[in-house]
């Protein structure tokens, strides 16, 4: 799988977008980008993912650039339950042998009241 | 959606003693099981995959006599950590793959956190 970056920590405001950044440079042309987030004690729960289009569902946004080598996801309306460790995977979707999730540190967001 | 039921949620044990975890895929046949460990403010490490039916493939470092792994239906897998020692004290996640969940193909457990004293 791809590497990722991302910053190591954000705040933002309640009520206020969230917009995370991602890079993934490397990114071959079959990965999709996943992300995940994190809330203290708990599992990862899924978000969203996309291959080279914008994608939208009832959590958030994911906004792709053309050349596939950044992303951004936005939570349009941060709230306080939205604090949490957030992580970008670039990974195939196919169910091969060969594909896992692997975690890089993430983003660790802050919102703040 | 998927769902993977963990238990338990917490477990305290006694130095040298051993520790099952359960990980139950509850309404998909899981194929292939994963197990990570979360040290205090760190990110998920992939201890190992397993496939249902096989042995367990371990991450380089891990060691596969410590840390059990059994996968014996596509429902079920266990951890046993094993002579536990206060080190091993973490966060343990089991995470399951299967055909029924998806493009996404991953659903997460709720977590253990494992206490040695």
């Known amino acids: 799988d791809a590497k990722t970056t991302q910053p190591t920590s954000m705040d933002c405001a309640e009520g206020r977008a969230a917009n995370l950044p991602c890079n993934h440079s490397?990114?071959?042309?079959?990965?999709?980008v996943y992300w995940y987030r994190q809330i203290h004690s708990q599992g990862p729960q899924y978000i969203i993912h996309?291959?080279?289009n914008n994608e939208t569902n009832e959590m958030a946004s994911l906004i792709i650039t053309e050349d596939r080598k950044s992303s951004t996801l936005i939570l349009p309306h941060a709230t306080l339950r939205d604090t949490a460790v957030y992580y970008c995977?670039?990974?195939?979707?196919?169910?091969?042998?060969?594909?896992?999730?692997?975690f890089g540190p993430g983003t660790s967001l802050s919102v703040i009241p | 959606g998927a769902v993977v039921s963990q238990h338990p949620s917490r477990v305290i044990c006694k130095s040298g003693t051993s520790v099952k975890i359960e990980c139950r895929s509850l309404?998909?046949?899981?194929?292939?099981m994963f197990w990570y460990r979360q040290f205090p403010k760190q990110s998920l490490m992939l201890m190992a995959t397993s496939n249902e039916g096989s042995k367990a493939t371990y991450e380089q470092g891990v060691e596969k006599d410590k840390f059990l792994i059994n996968h014996a239906s596509l429902t079920l897998s266990t951890l046993t950590v094993t002579s536990a020692h206060p080190e091993d004290s973490s966060f343990y996640i089991c995470?399951?793959?299967?055909?029924?969940?998806?493009?996404?193909?991953?659903?997460f457990g709720s977590g253990t956190r494992l206490t040695v004293v």
């Open positions: 995470s399951a793959r299967g055909l029924q969940v998806g493009i996404n193909g991953y659903t």
């Open positions: 995977i670039v990974r195939v979707a196919v169910k091969t042998s060969y594909d896992k999730v692997i």
């Open positions: 309404d998909f046949q899981a194929t292939t």
């Open positions: 490397t990114i071959s042309g079959n990965e999709y």
């Open positions: 996309g291959l080279k």
